[in-house]
């Protein structure tokens, strides 16, 4: 099931997509809208409003290599606020402050209950599905920060979408893909992990309770690619679906009243 978080006059609800003649049912029966509703009759928003975003960086072996280690060095994790999170059709906005700003293409596991120290074998009844999703970072205010907070948590950030697939039963082997203005700049495997989507869940289920909502980015392939004003970023993940965002640059800040 193809799961979007719609607006449809005065309601905000999850709704299945059917693809076949591009409408969208309601999942809340309790507001009564039980017939199929014109795609282009709601205003599609960001799938997800988790309370944090969770992120494994040098979690795909390619990536390690060109950071120059290895995969005793996975997993390494960082959050990214709520604020940072966009839909498919929205823009990623290169601050003013940051001079290189890159994108890589991520699989983002969706929480589906609250969890705590999930063994392995029971993660899959925690998930609600995956979505494609980009880890956007400033580089070279990364570098000059001791941590990832400023460098990572610019508004935009985390763009995540265009849905949330629920039928996707193993992520262990999906091929995933970025590109740039039609430029393929990054293609890899989940197979290429370290650590595996369940064992990431697993395994940071062991440091926070994880609510529903809340989303994981469990890392990606070699090869981050800078942006540039008027760019259009494309993330395929085989299985789950195609995100794509425009960029552009920050506009001048409103003077002080």
């Known amino acids: 099931m193809k799961v979007l978080r ?15 003649d591009s409408t969208v049912r309601c999942l809340d029966r309790s507001l009564g809208r039980n017939a199929p509703i014109p795609l282009g009759e709601v205003a599609v928003l960001p799938p997800v409003t ?3 975003v969770v992120c494994a960086a040098g979690n795909f072996r390619s990536r390690l290599r060109e950071m120059g280690r290895d995969a005793s060095d996975a997993p390494m994790l960082f959050l990214k606020p709520p604020s940072a999170v966009i839909g498919s059709g929205q823009a990623i906005v290169l601050p003013r402050s940051a001079v290189r700003v890159e994108a890589e293409c991520e699989l983002a ?6 969890c705590r120290n999930v063994a392995l074998a029971d993660v899959p009844k925690c ?5 494609c999703a980009g880890d956007v ?7 000059q920060d001791e941590t990832l907070g400023r460098a990572k948590g610019f508004d935009t950030f985390a763009p995540i979408g265009p849905w949330i697939e629920t039928d996707l039963e193993d992520p262990s082997a999906l091929g995933l893909r970025l590109l740039v203005n039609g430029r ?4 890899g495997n989940t197979s290429d992990m370290a650590v595996s989507p369940f064992a990431l869940v697993s395994y940071v289920s062991t440091i926070m309770t994880l609510l529903p909502g809340d989303v994981i980015l469990s890392g990606s392939p070699a090869g981050p690619s800078p942006l540039a004003p008027g760019d259009e970023v494309r993330i395929e993940i085989d299985a789950v679906g195609v995100l794509i965002n425009a960029v552009r640059a920050e506009a001048d800040a409103a003077p002080l009243q």
């Open 6 to 20: 719609v607006r449809h006059g005065d309601a905000t609800f999850y709704a299945q997509l059917a693809v076949e």
């Open 50 to 52: 988790p309370s944090k």
């Open 109 to 114: 596991i969706v929480i589906g209950r609250a």
């Open 127 to 131: 998930l609600f599905g995956y979505a």
């Open 137 to 143: 970072t400033a580089v070279d205010l990364r570098d």
């Open 184 to 187: 393929l700049v990054q293609e």
